[in-house]
């Protein structure tokens, strides 16, 4: 069921072709799916809106969110992704500029299970991109599908 999909939700283009040019230079072919703001991240996750056609059972095996979103803020996608039955266990790794630690503890405190500043420099975010898919996509058992 499970296809160990990536959802990306970021709202800056030079970051998605940063991102997406990351994982190909580590070889991480995992589809990669890009919601551009909060509202379209939970469309997803809930299968609504123009993904209502959607497996709402397939969800991705870790997603990689900014905080500073339009529409719906990162942290308000993650409450309500920790509130919902099904989508509770997903892996979201915080992955964002803000070096503001009022950030850094509400994502904890909201349930991330984890917090990457974003590096400037291209090989620090190729690296940490590598670790985040060996990590998320090859090493860690994700939770069974509620």
């Known amino acids: 069921m499970n296809s160990k999909h990536i959802l990306l939700v970021e ?3 030079s970051d998605v072709k940063l991102t997406k040019r990351a994982l190909e230079q580590n070889r991480i072919t995992n589809k990669l799916i890009v919601a551009e703001d909060g509202q379209e991240a939970l469309d997803y996750l809930f299968a609504i809106g123009r993904y209502a056609g959607r497996d709402a059972r397939d969800l991705p095996s870790v997603v990689l969110m900014d905080l500073k979103l339009p529409r719906i803020d990162g942290l308000e996608v993650l409450k309500e992704i920790r509130a919902n039955e099904h989508t509770k266990r997903i892996p979201v790794v915080i992955l964002t500029s803000s070096d ?3 950030d ?3 994502s904890y405190d909201l349930g991330a ?5 974003k590096p400037v420099d291209f090989h620090q975010f190729t690296e940490a991109v590598r670790n985040l898919g060996l ?4 090493l860690n058992e994700p939770p069974p599908v509620v």
């Open 11 to 13: 709202d800056n283009p």
């Open 100 to 102: 503001q630690e009022q």
């Open 104 to 106: 850094l503890i509400a």
């Open 113 to 117: 299970n984890s917090y990457i500043r």
């Open 135 to 138: 990590y998320w996509l090859l």
